[in-house]
């Protein structure tokens, strides 16, 4: 069975930093494409961010580049997403997904709220 | 950036009737291989994400066969053929095709 773990959200001030990490299990994460995406609270879903498998691919929304980073450990089946200079309009639940163009497999999602 | 426009916002169906939601691309979803990247989700209140369709007619494991998809180029159909209680929630369809992927805004599926 496919499970995708998100932690690491939390309450930040504007301006800070968070990092989220996504256990996988289930699948062979080394060779998947990995995505992030994000839902503000009462909105719509909104891509973030993928990574290729080995990790030398990466693409993101115009509004997180230079500021957000994926990465992943594939010996720890683990996907990151590292956050700095964190805006209010980042507030949203994030979640991590299994697939690049059509993600099939999401995790729960976890909350991070940008506030002063 | 390619734009996805759903229709309905909102669409209320009696239990037993067919729905449907439209979806439509700012330009062509057809891909560099062939694959026309358009996949639907569906999100039941409180939960997560959950892929019913990808590549615009293909269902994922476990969905029922009341979910369909079709269209091809820029225009795009998911019907519901006779709607459950079960089916409540927002749905999104998402174009792969061209970076960066994009949502359509969501239509929620309500029982009148």
């Known amino acids: 069975e496919v499970q995708l773990v998100e932690s690491g959200g939390g309450l930040v001030q504007p301006g800070g930093s968070l990092r989220l990490s996504c256990a996988v299990s289930?699948?062979?994460?080394?060779?998947?494409?990995m995505t992030w995406v994000r839902q503000a609270p009462g909105k719509g879903l909104e891509w973030v961010v993928n990574?290729?498998?080995?990790?030398?691919?990466?693409y993101s929304v115009d509004s997180v580049r230079g500021r957000f980073t994926i990465s992943r450990d594939n010996a720890k089946s683990s996907l990151y997403l590292q956050m700095n200079s964190l805006r209010a309009e980042d507030t949203a639940v994030y979640y991590c997904?299994?697939?690049?163009?059509?993600?099939?497999?999401w995790g729960q999602g976890t909350l991070v709220t940008v506030s002063s | 950036d390619v734009v996805m426009t759903q229709s309905p916002l909102s669409l209320p169906v009696t239990l037993g009737q067919p729905a449907s939601i439209s979806c439509r691309s700012s330009?062509?979803?057809?891909?560099?291989?062939?694959?026309?990247?358009l996949s639907w989700f569906q999100q039941r209140p409180g939960q997560s994400p959950r892929r019913l369709i990808h590549?615009?007619?293909n269902w994922d494991s476990g969905v029922p066969d009341r979910f369909s998809g079709s269209g091809s180029g820029t225009d795009f159909t998911l019907n519901i053929s006779r709607v459950e209680a079960e089916d409540v929630g927002v749905y999104y369809c998402?174009?792969?095709?061209?970076?960066?992927?994009?949502f359509g805004g969501g239509t929620k599926v309500e029982i009148k």
């Open positions: 330009q062509s979803l057809v891909y560099s291989d062939g694959n026309t990247y």
């Open positions: 289930g699948f062979t994460f080394s060779t998947y494409w």
């Open positions: 590549r615009v007619s």
């Open positions: 990574i290729g498998p080995d990790g030398s691919e990466k």
């Open positions: 998402m174009q792969g095709s061209h970076w960066p992927l994009t």
């Open positions: 997904a299994k697939g690049a163009r059509a993600p099939d497999s």
